[in-house]
């Protein structure tokens, strides 16, 4: 189990350079290999996630990030991130699931309110939106988009 650990993390190490290099295949190559070897090694799956959103692969984005909160629930990016590929799906009610446990796990995460703001104005719930918006705005004050977006959730 150890040298596959180490072997493990020799391919991790490997996609992060490919993925650096803006090399997407070559580094989904080397995290499969990573995750082959010790499937319970949670840097190739977070990695593999962010390379399947940018390629918008958002069904692979989800069984990553499902696998990543399967290791450590409480990792509220990995249920941010989940929830911003369920939004993309336009799976509202999973995406808000998502983001009010990133909130639950993160309650000062600005982006994470934000985006839950987004979702539900996507919902029609304009009021729950401005919840949203007016938390992240307490986390983090400038951002004139949100202010913007305030103003939508009022009319």
Known sequence: MENTSRDAKEFFE???KALE???HDEALKCLDEATSMDSDFVGPWVLKGMIYYQKEKYDKVIRCYD???SLNPDLGSAWYNKGVAYTQKEEYDEAIRCLDKATSINPDDAKAWNNKGNVYLHMGEKRKAKRCFKKSLSIE????EIKEKLDLSIN
């Open 141 to 144: 004050p400038v951002q004139p």
């Open 67 to 69: 696998k990543v909160i």
């Open 14 to 16: 490997k996609g992060k």
């Open 21 to 23: 290099k803006g090399e």
